[in-house]
Every structure is written in structure tokens, then in C-alpha cells.
């Protein structure tokens, strides 16, 4: 059965690649503080995530919401991700709560851990002799501001799972890039996300039964320091590309 998905942040790389995959499999209402500049699948929302009673109007009737909306931006200042990530997420988790929603995705983000990667192990993890792995199960370790309100974001869907018993996935998403791995640069093929598997698998974040998780959103990429095991165990993830198969 089609769900009905808000997808917040819609006009964003995320949430066009996403809607680029399965615009189609789903019923959208889609939330960006930008208002769309082409059509749109389903029912356009222009709202900043903070704004309480406009996203407790956009949370009426909707089965899951994938959040996105926020700073993505890795030196992003306090005085943006406080409102634009933190408490914009606290606004959505409340709100749908109370609208009775039953799963939340939220997009997380590689620099939650970011401090893992230091002077000792790079660059040497970003290769494929490397063993060192992330899986979702170590404690975070932000290396910025941006990666401590992503943290802050997975504790809140912590609170609100633990306390009202929605579900929750957390995707800690790596490097989106449209079309190839990126260029010259050995970190982010290790954690590309290309468009057709960030589609596949945010449904099946709308689609799995879950609890509480927090899975790492990459392809399957020779070259990965995060293990996609709980993804494709939790979710059903099913990744196809591979930026080791990518010639520059
Ligand atoms: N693109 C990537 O490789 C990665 C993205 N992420 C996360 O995924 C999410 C989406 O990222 P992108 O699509 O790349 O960013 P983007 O900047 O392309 O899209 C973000 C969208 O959210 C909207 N937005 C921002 N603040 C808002 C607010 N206060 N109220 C309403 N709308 C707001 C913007 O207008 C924009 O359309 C972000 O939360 C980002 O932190 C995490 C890891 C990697
Ligand atoms: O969280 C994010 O991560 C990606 C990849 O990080 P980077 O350090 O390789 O740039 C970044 O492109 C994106 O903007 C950000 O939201």
C-alpha cells in the first residue's frame, strides 16, 4: 500500500534524488523553506522547519516523515544549526508524535563521527588494506558544529522512540554526488552515496519495520570505513553501485 511521506528539506540534492528514484511509489507531501521552481510530485509546502504550526499542518494524515530540511553545510556556525538543525528537528519529532506518525528517517550525517578520522589513521582508512569500520554501534564523535547537531538529532529521535514509541532510523548519509564518485578526492569514494541507491534507500525507510537504528547510507563502495551490515540486515538495503567501478 502507498504511504503517505512528508519529505521535509524536498528541494534539496537529498530529496531530489530521492524523488528522482520513487516519486512515483509513494504519496508526498513535500516541505522546504524554498518554493519548488518546476513541478513537484504531490503537494507543495513552503515552510521553515521551525515554524511549529506550520509543520504540525503539514504532519496531518502522513505516515512517515523523512527529514532532510536543515544546514548541511560541514562549517556551518552555531547560530544556523541551532535553529535550522536542532531545534528544527525537535519542532518535527514533536509534531509528529502528536500527529500519530508512525516512522521518522532522519538524515544524519558521516560528520557525526568525523573525529574518528585522525592524523593516525588517515589516510591510510580511507583504503582498501584498511580494516578500521565503523558500524553505528561506537559512540559519536562529531569533529564540528554541523556533526554535534546531527548527534544531537539522533538523541532526540532516541528521546522520542524511548517516550512515545515512534519508530526511527537514523541514515549517518556519506558523500551524495549525482552521476560518478567524487573526483580526486579518496574519503568521499569511500563514502559515495549515488542517487539511485540514497533513493533505494530511504524506501525502504519508509517501507521496513524498525525501532530505533542508526545505519550508515553509502554505496557499496571496495573502498568503505562504515559497514552497511545493519542497513541491509534492518532495512533490506540493497545497494547496486560502487565507486571502485568508476574509471576517471
Ligand atoms: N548531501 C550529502 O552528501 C549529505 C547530506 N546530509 C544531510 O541531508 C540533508 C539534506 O542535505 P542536502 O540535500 O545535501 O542539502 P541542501 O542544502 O541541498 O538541501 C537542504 C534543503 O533544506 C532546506 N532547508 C534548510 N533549512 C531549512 C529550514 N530551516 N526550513 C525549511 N527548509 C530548510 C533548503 O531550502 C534546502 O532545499 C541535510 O540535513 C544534510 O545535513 C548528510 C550527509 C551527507
Ligand atoms: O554531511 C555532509 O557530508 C557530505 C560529505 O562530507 P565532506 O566532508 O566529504 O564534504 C557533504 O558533502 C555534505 O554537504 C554534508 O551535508
Redesign the pocket.
Same mark, same amino acid.
Given at each position: 500500500m502507498a504511504q503517505s511521506v512528508l519529505l521535509?528539506? *524536498?528541494?534539496?540534492?537529498?530529496?531530489? $534524488?530521492i524523488l528522482g528514484g520513487i516519486a512515483d511509489d509513494h504519496e508526498w507531501r513535500l &516541505?522546504?523553506? /524554498?518554493p519548488p521552481t518546476e513541478e513537484q510530485p504531490g503537494e507543495f509546502v513552503v $515552510? /521553515? +522547519? #521551525? /515554524?511549529e504550526e506550520a509543520v504540525r499542518e503539514a504532519m496531518e494524515g502522513i505516515d512517515v516523515v523523512i527529514? &532532510? *530540511?536543515?544546514? @548541511?553545510?560541514k562549517t556551518a556556525a552555531w547560530e544556523s544549526v541551532l @535553529?535550522?538543525?536542532i531545534d528544527?528537528t525537535q519542532t518535527v519529532y514533536e509534531a509528529a508524535v502528536d500527529a500519530g506518525v508512525e516512522k521518522v528517517a532522519f *538524515? !544524519? !550525517?558521516?560528520?557525526a563521527v568525523g573525529g574518528y578520522e585522525t592524523d593516525e589513521r588517515t589516510p591510510d582508512m580511507y583504503r582498501t588494506n584498511d580494516e578500521f569500520c565503523l558500524d553505528g554501534t561506537e559512540l559519536p564523535r562529531p569533529g564540528n558544529l554541523?556533526g554535534v547537531s546531527?548527534v544531537t538529532g539522533e538523541a532526540l529521535g532516541r528521546y522520542y522512540h524511548d517516550e512515545y514509541g515512534i519508530s526511527v532510523v537514523n541514515v549517518? +548519509?556519506?558523500? &551524495? #554526488?549525482k552521476g560518478h564518485p567524487p573526483i580526486d578526492y579518496e574519503r568521499g569514494q569511500a563514502m559515495w &552515496?549515488s542517487y539511485r541507491d540514497c533513493a533505494h534507500l530511504f524506501d525502504r525507510c519508509i517501507r521496513a519495520d524498525y525501532d530505533y537504528e542508526i545505519v550508515y547510507?553509502i554505496s557499496d563502495n571496495d573502498r568503505k570505513y562504515y559497514s552497511i551490515e545493519r542497513a541491509k540486515d534492518v532495512l533490506g538495503y540493497e545497494p547496486r553501485d560502487n565507486s571502485a567501478e568508476h574509471e576517471y
Open positions: 521535509t528539506g *524536498a528541494m534539496g540534492g537529498v530529496g531530489q $534524488a &516541505l522546504d523553506r /524554498d $515552510a /521553515d +522547519i #521551525t /515554524d527529514h &532532510l *530540511a536543515g544546514d @548541511p553545510r @535553529p535550522n538543525n528544527g *538524515a !544524519s !550525517s558521516n560528520h554541523y546531527k549517518r +548519509i556519506g558523500n &551524495l #554526488t &552515496l547510507g
